[in-house]
């Protein structure tokens, strides 16, 4: 027994922490991470490059009319037409944010702080629907309101949520009536 206690008591603790690798772990870290961060983000500039060739948004009129229905709530992103998980970039339109919608005669305003705002002529109108998901962005059935639109020679679809969901319904119901009705006069 007596060996146990001299040998403990001439050896030294063991080092706990190895300061160096442990530092050495933490900012390879921190790179790689950095690394994916800018790799995503050239991702999305590539992704707003091969979309260049998208127009200008247009802008609301200067007396764009009475509106028809009004809405507060989030802008979630759009889309390419009929595929929800092909995010559109170019223009602004790849920005969540907050949105204020306004829906005259004249079409649908939508209004971002933070971002750009652009207007839909009730002419390029295309369908309304409610629906449960766009890029990045999933929610129940029925907790989107995804606006088809034309600009330029694509359609878009565009999501957006109200900060009262039971909006929705009255929304798409009105703008797929006014774009029946604009489909109507035009073949007149």
């Known amino acids: 027994m007596t060996p146990v206690i001299l040998l403990a008591a001439e050896k030294e603790s063991a080092q706990v922490t190895d300061w160096a690798a442990r530092i050495g772990w933490v900012v390879g870290l921190g790179l ?4 994916v961060y800018w ?3 050239e991702g999305w500039k590539w992704r707003g490059t091969l979309q260049g060739d998208l127009p200008e948004l247009p802008t609301a009129p200067d007396t764009p009319g009475p509106a028809r229905l009004t809405m507060s709530g989030r802008y979630h992103g759009s ?3 009929g595929q929800w998980l092909d995010r559109i970039v170019a223009r602004g ?3 969540r944010s907050r949105a204020e919608l306004t829906l005259t005669d004249a079409g649908l305003e939508v209004v971002r702080p933070g971002a750009d705002d652009f207007f839909v002529p009730a002419g390029r109108l295309r369908e309304a629907r409610l629906d449960k998901g766009i890029a990045g962005k999933v929610l129940t059935e029925g907790g989107l309101l995804v606006v088809t639109w034309e ?3 694509r359609l878009i679809d565009s999501g957006f949520r109200s ?3 039971a909006e929705h319904t009255e929304w798409a119901d009105t703008l797929n009536d ?5 489909e109507t006069e035009g073949a007149r």
């Open 32 to 35: 790689f991470v950095a690394l």
């Open 178 to 182: 006014m774009i029946n009705k604009t």
């Open 93 to 95: 339109l790849g920005t």
């Open 163 to 165: 900060d009262r969901a």
């Open 151 to 153: 600009h330029g020679d």
């Open 39 to 41: 790799l995503m983000r």
């Open 79 to 81: 889309t390419t037409a």
